[in-house]
């Protein structure tokens, strides 16, 4: 009887199994875009199980208001102006009343601080006039306001009505590139990549979970993707540093 050589038997046990749907997984050398993309929701999960929202607030218009300022400037300085502003225009009616230089006075550490006031007061105006002092949920209709980009407007369509967006922020463009689900060409190529990627029910928890992880692990310099618990689990032969495109 002819004796195979153990390869040959390695084949044939496979096959065996194979057909009876337990075939052993032949290794590979990392995790492939998908399955990283699922190992990123289940440890983020894990990791933040809350994900209460940054910015101080309390309705829709403070949301609008915190993330307007946000721009080019970080969610802890904004935090500490909003408390004297929205106490001195707490509704679209009372902000569009103050003058520009009230709200500039209010905001004047913040980056851009001028843009921003004339922003914030021309902005509430419009609220009052169209749309009756109430913020509109819908994209399109955010966008068209003073200093609100798909950004901001994606930010308050999750986190104030509830409805399913990608908010693409620094820490995100970043990390979608270093746990190669994107390409980095562009904020928009990001937030296409990671719609497509993660379930649409995950979205408005995920943004926030990732802009956790980036800001506890993850800084903007280079790194030797070695040093973080995502990055060593997804790729656990890395060794050179990742570079990664700025938005
Ligand atoms: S190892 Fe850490 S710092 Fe480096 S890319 Fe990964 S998460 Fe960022």
Redesign the pocket.
């Known amino acids: 009887m002819e004796v195979k050589n153990s390869s040959s038997c390695y084949k044939l046990v496979r096959l065996a199994l194979a057909a009876l749907g337990s075939a052993p997984k032949r290794s590979r050398p990392g995790l492939k875009k998908r399955e990283r993309a699922q190992r990123i929701l289940q440890r983020l999960e894990e990791t933040y199980p809350e994900t209460p929202i940054p910015l101080d607030h309390t309705d829709p218009f403070t949301l609008l208001i915190a993330v307007l300022l946000s721009a080019q400037c970080t969610d802890k300085k904004v935090n500490e102006v909003t408390p004297a502003l929205f106490t001195a225009g707490p509704t679209p009616a009372a902000m569009a009343a103050l003058d520009e230089e009230t709200i500039l006075n209010h905001i004047r550490q913040l980056g851009l601080a001028k843009t921003k006031a004339r922003n914030v007061k021309k902005l509430a105006q419009i609220l009052v006039t169209a749309y009756d002092g109430e913020v509109p949920a819908s994209f399109e209709e955010l966008e068209a306001l003073p200093g609100v980009g798909h950004k901001t407007a994606s930010v308050v369509m999750a986190q104030a009505f509830g409805v399913p967006a990608f908010p693409v922020d620094t820490h995100i463009h970043?990390?979608a590139q270093?746990?190669g689900l994107s390409s980095g060409d562009s904020v928009q190529r990001t937030e296409r990549d990671l719609k497509q990627l993660f379930p649409e029910e995950a979205w408005n928890k995920l943004h926030l979970q990732i802009i956790f992880?980036?800001r506890e692990?993850?800084?903007a310099r280079g790194?030797?993707?070695?040093?973080?618990p995502?990055?060593?689990e997804l790729y656990p032969n890395r060794r050179k540093p990742?570079i990664w495109r700025k938005p």
């Open positions: 970043r990390l270093r746990w992880y980036g692990y993850c800084t790194c030797d993707g070695t040093v973080c995502l990055c060593t990742v």
